[in-house]
């Protein structure tokens, strides 16, 4: 292939991905959260359950944390699809095939998963010491001087307010790991279907989600996929010590 040509296929691969060469781990995750938010929402409490009145400034109920992303369903093995003819005009790659089927994809997927779990745990512990301090106080309410209330409650308004920036750096300590892997993961994905298309002499590369219908022989899947495997078996998420 000739440079100008070189250039050519080059400049189609990079339109095709311009708006989609991040890794999808993020919107996988939204979506995971709203669905396990509308499944997990606590039923309203009855007038038989409502604790005693709170103290006054009683702070908001703690910020609901990401939830782990479900376990996704085995997916039927389907036979292996060799590359197209050189040459082919265009090509489709199947992106979230990559992500559930490369090693460095699961290997994000699980780290992922584990920090999420990481930092539930930690809050949970807090947001139970807060409950209990609460409950503690309102016990004693009649036992204390109306100055020694408000100073009780002012004590654990500071510490509920610690709690709720405690939790905002949690997640920004995730968002921002789990951005940086969809950036670096991304780039070497693009890399490699760049690598394919250029040897290959493919014009352009799409993904499936850009099509509306194709033929099986299109894809360049399984080859992107075997590639990313040998020169990237896995894959380190970065996240700030928090």
């Given at each position: 292939m000739n440079r100008i040509a070189s250039i050519a296929v080059?400049?189609?691969?990079?339109?095709?991905?311009?708006?989609?060469?991040?890794?999808?781990?993020?919107?996988?995750?939204?979506?995971?959260?709203?669905?396990?938010?509308t499944q997990q929402r606590p039923p309203a409490q009855t007038q038989q359950q409502r604790p005693p009145a709170q103290p006054q400034q009683q702070p908001a109920q703690p910020q609901q944390q990401r939830p782990s992303a479900p376990q996704q369903q085995a997916q039927p093995q389907r036979p292996p699809i060799p590359l197209p003819p050189e040459g082919t005009p265009i090509v489709v790659v199947e992106w979230q095939m990559i992500i559930q089927q490369s090693t460095s994809g699961?290997?994000?997927?699980?780290?992922?998963?584990?920090?999420?779990?990481?930092?539930?745990?930690?809050?949970?512990?807090?947001?139970?010491?807060?409950?209990?301090?609460?409950?503690?106080?309102?016990?004693q309410r009649s036992l204390l001087s109306p100055d020694a209330m408000a100073q009780r409650q002012r004590d654990l308004q500071t510490r509920f307010a610690t709690y709720q920036k405690g939790v905002q750096e949690r997640e920004r300590i995730y968002t921002e790991g789990e951005r940086d892997a969809d950036q670096r993961w991304g780039r070497e994905v693009f890399s490699t279907i760049s690598e394919i298309a250029q040897e290959q002499k493919y014009q352009i590369v799409l993904r499936q989600e850009q099509v509306v219908l194709h033929e099986p022989r299109l894809l360049i899947t399984d080859e992107v996929i075997k590639r990313l495997n040998r020169k990237l078996p896995t894959f380190q998420v970065n996240f700030a010590k928090n």
């Open positions: 080059s400049t189609a691969i990079a339109l095709a991905f311009a708006s989609a060469t991040q890794f999808s781990f993020a919107q996988q995750t939204q979506q995971q959260q709203q669905r396990t938010q699961q290997s994000i997927r699980k780290q992922l998963d584990a920090k999420v779990a990481q930092l539930k745990q930690e809050v949970s512990q807090q947001e139970a010491d807060l409950k209990k301090a609460q409950e503690d106080l309102e016990r």
